[in-house]
């Protein structure tokens, strides 16, 4: 049965910085498309980062280019999600998603098939 669990979420203050972790079992994530998403109260889920199956290009939102940096750990079955210059504009629940047919960058939460049940991140002083 595959699933994705995320972890590391927290209370951190602004320029602060964490690392999420995505970690997949009952399927290898490195032959999938795995993105990171959020949701922050009242607003809809956004894609935040994205890793392909195919060649590992990334996609970034514009809000945390720069700042974010999405990266895989094959041997961990582990994809990563490094936040510096946090804000507290980041404060929402992140999930990791698996899109298992995509081969490229996938922004598009519908077309994710699995998920896990979110980290909270909190940006406050």
């Known amino acids: 049965q595959a699933q994705l669990a995320e972890s590391g979420g927290g209370l951190v203050q602004p320029g602060g910085s964490l690392r999420l972790s995505c970690a997949g079992s009952g399927f290898t994530l490195e032959y999938n498309t795995i993105g990171w998403f959020r949701q922050a109260p009242g607003k809809e889920r956004e894609v935040v980062a994205c890793i392909s199956s195919s060649d590992s290009t990334t996609y970034y939102a514009d809000s945390v280019k720069g700042r974010f940096t999405i990266s895989r750990d094959n041997a961990k079955n582990t994809v990563y999600l490094q936040m510096n210059s946090l804000k507290p504009e980041d404060t929402a629940v992140y999930y990791c998603?698996?899109?298992?047919?995509?081969?490229?960058?996938?922004?598009?939460?519908?077309?994710?098939?699995?998920w896990g049940k979110g980290t909270l991140v909190t940006v406050s002083s």
């Open positions: 998603g698996a899109d298992i047919e995509a081969m490229g960058i996938s922004m598009i939460s519908d077309e994710y098939n699995y």
